[in-house]
């Protein structure tokens, strides 16, 4: 197995509204992360997870908020979010540092974002 | 500071003919580098990487080459079929973390049937 899927699919929500995004992985990687990618740019990386705690905040606004409950689940809570925050949210996951190819990561097909 | 650099945002091949695209970076800590393949409404895929110790490695179609004098890398493609069409990434691990990439701008590749 060697998917990463991501729900949900799809998400539009209002600047008030409370919502999470979902990643689950089965290939024992321990290191997690989320990206986000808007149109025509290149995936930013916003978090990073090792051994389910977080390593890595790339300073992103606490208005993202993740969690990771266990070694195969990452989610993305969110509140409180801006029209400028609709973008498609990409989960990932890895082996750690020392094995593997440097820098291969397992992407999900993303959650498409729309913050009316 | 854009560590990792596509200059071409797209590119147009005929199917059957070579695709090369380009990727130049300026940190010359970076010891790896990885090419992804984007289609849309997906998340990327890996596609073939490269260590700096090489200057070269091939996977099928895909061959990808590296230069370290001039700090610019390629991703050679032939044949090229419609099916490669996709947004290509450069990335490259940073320094002291294998697992955070740097992502290039992405050039969009298009094969003509």
């Known amino acids: 197995d060697t998917e990463v899927t991501q729900t949900p699919k799809h998400l539009v929500m209002g600047m008030t509204n409370k919502k999470s995004l979902k990643c689950e992985q089965h290939?024992?990687?321990?290191?997690m992360y989320w990206y986000k990618q808007k149109a025509k740019k290149p995936p930013e990386l916003m978090f990073v997870y090792s051994y389910e705690k977080l390593s890595i905040n790339e300073s992103v606004p606490s208005r993202f908020s993740p969690e990771c409950p266990n070694s195969s689940l990452l989610n993305l809570h969110l509140h409180a979010l801006q029209p400028e925050d609709s973008a498609l949210y990409l989960c990932?996951?890895?082996?750690?540092?020392?094995?593997?190819?440097?820098?291969?990561?397992?992407f999900g097909e993303g959650s498409r974002l729309t913050v009316l | 500071d854009q560590q990792v650099k596509q200059n071409s945002p797209s590119l147009s091949v005929q199917e059957g003919r070579i695709s090369i695209l380009n990727c130049d970076y300026t940190n010359s800590m970076f010891d790896y580098f990885l090419w992804y393949k984007k289609y849309p409404a997906e998340g990327p895929t890996f596609l073939i990487s490269?260590?700096?110790?090489?200057d070269k490695n091939e996977d099928g179609r895909f061959t990808v080459f590296l230069n370290k004098s001039a700090k610019h890398l390629s991703l050679h493609i032939v044949p090229s079929q419609p099916g490669d069409s996709a947004v290509y990434f450069c990335a490259a691990p940073r320094w002291g973390s294998a697992r955070q990439l740097t992502f290039g701008s992405g050039t969009q590749l298009t094969v003509l049937p």
């Open positions: 990932a996951s890895s082996q750690l540092p020392g094995t593997g190819i440097p820098g291969e990561l397992f």
């Open positions: 490269i260590s700096s110790i090489k």
């Open positions: 290939m024992g990687h321990r290191a």
